[in-house]
């Protein structure tokens, strides 16, 4: 919608003051948006396909040619750039998506989910390029089923279940929402767990496993520890960590780790905004 | 002062082909053309089989009929080819060339399967440009295998009345006759969205040729099938290459068939840019 390819179903929107229904070709000229390597034409080579796209865009043929450089140097794809992009690997493809929604230097780039399905290296190279980005000034918009992602990259997110924002700040203030530390029980048996679970209060059960969340993690293991003792309960493992975003999502939509696993086309939606002047 | 052109403002055509600012009208179809050119040349062996089909029926055809309307039929009243049955027949074989702009149809289809339409969209595109792009493509390979067909012609004894200038205008006609086939396959692919849909189109490429003045001329058609062919655009197209291949230059039939062609044109690329307006729809 806000990339102007579907009309709001009702109320607004605006992007840089420009509204995204009626300015819609206005807009096109602010954003980019890369679309998963859909739409690229795989019959013509890297460096034909970026030159086309700078002209359409309105560059002269020589400018075209130089932004066209420019932009796979940037993403390291020169030594590919006279090759069809038949030839080219999915991380490449992501990468050469980029420079392309990058051409006519969009002050707002949508990215959808770049890097799903991508082997670490290529995600770790299209980071890179990202947090580059952004470090330019470049608002950045990226949608993303990995919470380690946005963690890396945002500056702030916001958590969408069945379309819906559920919660939005920056990182640390969602981690800090969860008000303490994760510790973590394991146990031999589900009944022991069971058990466990109805003396520890604010306590959640999954499976052989038991978490809940304190103030200061490693003060307060002795004394759960101890508690469980008093009733006979035999711990296998504890182990207390800093909340990550995973926390925060499994608390804001309240899906237990099982549900997500089950269901991967969940609505994880993480639109993070990188650089300060927002969108 | 205003300029217009058909009545209409200038800046706001100059807008509505260029789509705001970012390119020019000329430079989006150059640079849409040229990609689409590429496709074409870097993959050659699915333009063959037009070729051939063309080829085919124009040997065929003079095997058939040589004996019957050509050089033996020079006194009697089936005399219509004048002596030459290869310069009758040889518009028929410029005109079924056209079926090969259907594969624009195809070379559309694919770019919205691909996603390439779509990327256009989120771009200052004008949806014109988009449209008459692979029409010209179409229109291109008409040409080519018009040309290719006419070598043929040339080779097994054609000989225009009008001389090599005569060979020019009919490719003119080729060009643009070429270009309604690859409209009309255009509008078929977006409306259907398939490949299947594109191809299933082409089936109004046998009433369109054989509905006309096919194998002998509109005269000795019988009388539904002369009513019929009169309102077929390719009798005109047909009619006006024979006519500089037989009778020389008919300056009346010519003009039917360049205004019957460009027509054909006109009409099917509005049809095919109503058609993307409405597949491209905000929803």
């Known amino acids: 919608m806000l990339t102007t390819l579907l009309r709001p179903t009702n109320g607004s929107a605006s992007i840089l003051g420009l509204d995204v229904d009626k300015d819609d070709a206005a807009v096109r000229h602010k954003i980019g948006v890369a679309l998963q390597e859909n739409g690229i034409d795989e019959v013509l080579t890297g460096k034909e396909l970026t030159q086309s796209t700078g002209q359409l865009w309105g560059l002269s043929k020589s400018k075209a040619s130089k932004r066209s450089a420019e932009l796979l140097s940037l993403v390291g794809l020169t030594d590919a750039a006279n090759r069809r992009v038949k030839t080219y690997s999915g991380g490449m493809k992501r990468r050469l998506d980029l420079a392309l929604s990058l051409i006519h230097k969009p002050e707002i780039l949508f990215l959808d989910e770049p890097t799903t399905g991508l082997d670490p290296g290529s995600r770790r190279v299209l980071w890179n390029e990202i947090v580059r980005l952004r470090n330019e000034g470049v608002t950045i918009i990226l949608t993303t089923q990995y919470l380690e992602e946005a963690d890396t990259l945002a500056d702030r997110i916001a958590i969408i279940d069945n379309g819906v924002v559920k919660v939005e700040g920056t990182p640390d203030d969602l981690k800090a929402s969860i008000g303490g530390d994760i510790v973590m ?3 031999e048996t589900k009944e022991t767990a069971e058990r466990a679970a109805n003396i520890l209060k604010n306590s959640e059960l999954i499976g052989r496993e038991l978490r809940t969340t304190v103030e200061n993690g490693p003060q307060s293991i002795p004394n759960l520890c101890s508690v469980l003792r008093d009733n006979k309960i035999e711990v296998v493992s504890v ?6 975003l995973d926390d925060v999502f499994l608390k804001v939509t309240g899906h237990k780790l099982e549900t997500v696993k089950a269901n991967e086309n969940n609505s994880i939606g993480d639109p993070t905004r990188a650089s300060s002047d927002g969108a | 002062m205003k300029i217009t052109v058909l009545g209409i403002p200038r800046e706001l055509l100059a807008m509505a082909l260029n789509g705001t600012s970012g390119a020019t009208f000329g430079v989006q179809l150059r640079v849409l053309t040229k990609r689409l050119m590429i496709r074409v040349i870097r993959r050659p062996y699915t333009e063959l089989p037009t070729v051939l089909i063309s080829a085919f029926f124009l040997f065929v055809y003079v095997g058939q009929l040589d004996k019957v309307f050509g050089g033996s039929a020079m006194p009697s009243s089936i005399d219509f080819s004048k002596g030459n049955f290869v310069n009758f027949i040889l518009p028929f074989s410029i005109v079924s060339a056209s079926i090969s702009g259907a594969s624009s149809g195809i070379n559309l289809v694919e770019d919205i399967e691909s996603g390439v339409f779509r990327r256009y969209q989120a771009m200052p595109i004008s949806r014109w440009a988009v449209i008459l792009a692979p029409m010209l493509v179409g229109a291109l390979r008409v040409l080519l295998q018009s040309g290719l067909i006419l070598g043929l012609g040339i080779l097994i004894g054609a000989s225009p009345a009008t001389g090599s200038l005569g060979f020019v ?10 270009m309604g086939f690859a409209g009309y396959s255009v509008a078929a692919g977006i409306r259907s969205g398939s490949a299947q849909g594109a191809q299933a189109a082409t089936f109004l490429f046998f009433p369109a040729l054989f509905i006309a003045p096919t194998f002998v001329p ?9 009513s019929a062919a ?7 197209v047909i009619e006006a290459m024979r006519g500089i291949m037989i009778d020389g230059w008919i300056y009346e039939s010519i003009l039917k068939g360049v205004i019957a062609s460009g027509l054909f044109a006109l009409i099917t690329l509005s049809f095919a840019v109503i058609s993307a307006r409405k597949a491209t729809e905000k929803n």
């Open chain 2, 169 to 178: 205008v009919i490719l003119g006609i080729a060009f643009l006759w070429g």
């Open chain 1, 185 to 187: 029980f394991s146990f």
């Open chain 1, 239 to 244: 182990s207390s960590s800093r909340p990550t």
């Open chain 2, 230 to 236: 009169a309102f077929n655009p390719t009798t005109y």
């Open chain 2, 218 to 226: 509109r005269e000795a058609l019988s009388g539904w099938l002369s």
